[in-house]
């Protein structure tokens, strides 16, 4: 029994000292007691102990993982997108690089997208993450890109669809991501829309054809300023039949349908109505910037739809983010009031106007949140992030 006390005496010097206590306590109360009676009660101290001590460990281990988590979180570097941590290149595709190979587009003086795919390296080498591509869309060239005739082709200068897609897979092996230039405000003057839409002015159709695209566009009543009539003008696109340079010089006075000027008027003092006469429609059509420029009207649910399903075409490509063109010109006032002149004794040039009615125009935040869905619809994979940015000049975005 001696042997046995000095063991269990033993074992609990590693134990908290209340439990010793306890112990010696225990012996001095049970000393003259039974042998049988004195082992039950060593039993059940000794599971006591255990649990005491099992809790304290538990405890203990529970405090030391929090404060190592606490730690490491602290410690680590953040997780960001891509965007928020590497340099954006903005590369301009028609003088970045002519490519060098015997193909029609090579070697002619235009850069194109085989020609970026030579000099990709580069950009690893230099650390970009990540290059916005200004337009490559089909277009007539007019605005270097920004009249967009179709958002799901290449222009024929900068190659095809292949190309694109090639350029994409080779820049995420790279581990670059690709962000498109997207040009929701206008569409080229001979994109398929804007001639549906005329077709639809015009009663040219079923019904329901009729109904659908009569709106995709912001046309308004007016008359006809002197001297304007078709023309059939040939560009890189084809012949078409196109209103005239007087169909873009309505009186500002009495003809025009209100004041809003051109952007291209800028603070030059030009006036330059934001109004093109279409002889076609006999109606005039808005249009923002240039006359070959019609703004879509965002009003519209096909229209938004169609500008949904473009982002999701290309995202479906790979495509990792966009860059919004000029979407605070999105929408106008409903009901087409003129905009205040800051000088009243100057003409109404585009600078001397107030652009309440045209620019930022209330709801257009909801367009871009619109967007912002489609984006965060095709950001659900782990790794994968993309982006949008919008255009803002001055302080007023
Ligand atoms: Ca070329
Ligand atoms: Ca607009």
Not at 171 to 180: Q, Y
Not at 227 to 233: A, M, S, V
Not at 309 to 324: A, C, H, Q, T
Request: with cysteine; charged share 25%; proline share 4%.
């Amino acid at each position: 029994m001696t042997r046995t006390l000095n063991w269990t005496k033993m074992e609990f010097r590693s134990h908290m000292p209340e439990c010793r206590l306890r112990f010696f306590c225990f012996i001095r109360e049970k000393r003259d007691g039974s042998l049988v009676d004195l082992l039950a009660g060593l039993v059940r101290l000794e599971i006591y102990t255990i649990v005491v001590n099992f809790i304290v460990a538990v405890l203990t281990a529970f405090g030391c993982l929090i404060g190592l988590s606490i730690t490491i979180i602290v410690k680590s570097p953040k997780c960001l997108d891509y965007w928020e941590e590497t340099p954006i290149y903005q590369l301009y595709p028609r003088s970045f690089n002519d490519c060098t190979d015997d193909r029609d587009i090579c070697g002619d003086g235009i850069g194109d997208l085989p020609g970026i795919i030579e000099k990709l390296d580069y950009f690893s080498d230099l650390g970009i993450g990540a290059i916005w591509m200004n337009p490559v869309y089909e277009s007539p060239m007019d605005d270097t890109g920004y009249d967009i005739s179709d958002y799901r082709k290449i222009h024929y200068e900068y190659g095809n669809e292949t190309d694109m897609e090639n350029l994409i897979n080779e820049m995420h092996k790279r581990g670059i991501k690709l962000m498109m230039d997207f040009v929701p405000n206008h569409t080229s003057n001979q994109n398929s829309m804007f001639e549906a839409s005329i077709r639809a002015q015009m009663g040219d159709g079923e019904l329901e054809e009729i109904e659908e695209n009569k709106d995709l566009y912001l046309w308004i009543d007016g008359d006809r300023p002197s001297g304007c009539e078709l023309e059939t003008i040939t560009g890189i696109l084809g012949t078409n039949d196109f209103p005239n340079d007087a169909c873009n010089h309505c009186d500002i006075d009495n003809k025009c349908p209100n004041n809003y000027m051109s952007v291209f008027s800028g603070n030059l003092e030009e006036i330059i109505p934001a109004w093109t006469y279409h002889p076609k429609v006999d109606k005039y059509y808005y249009r923002a910037f240039g006359h070959f420029q019609p703004d879509l009207n965002l009003r519209n649910e096909k229209v938004l739809k169609e500008l949904n399903d473009i982002l999701e075409f290309w995202m479906e490509k790979g495509i990792d983010g966009f860059r919004v063109d000029a979407i605070a010109y999105g929408l106008e006032n409903e009901d087409w009031r003129d905009e205040p002149k800051k000088d009243p004794v100057k003409e109404g040039f585009w600078g001397n106007l107030h652009h309440d009615y045209t620019y930022e125009f209330s709801t257009f935040h909801d367009i871009i949140m619109g967007f912002r869905q489609i984006m965060d619809k095709y950001s659900t994979e782990p790794g994968v992030d993309r982006m949008m940015i919008t255009e803002a000049t001055d302080s007023q975005v």
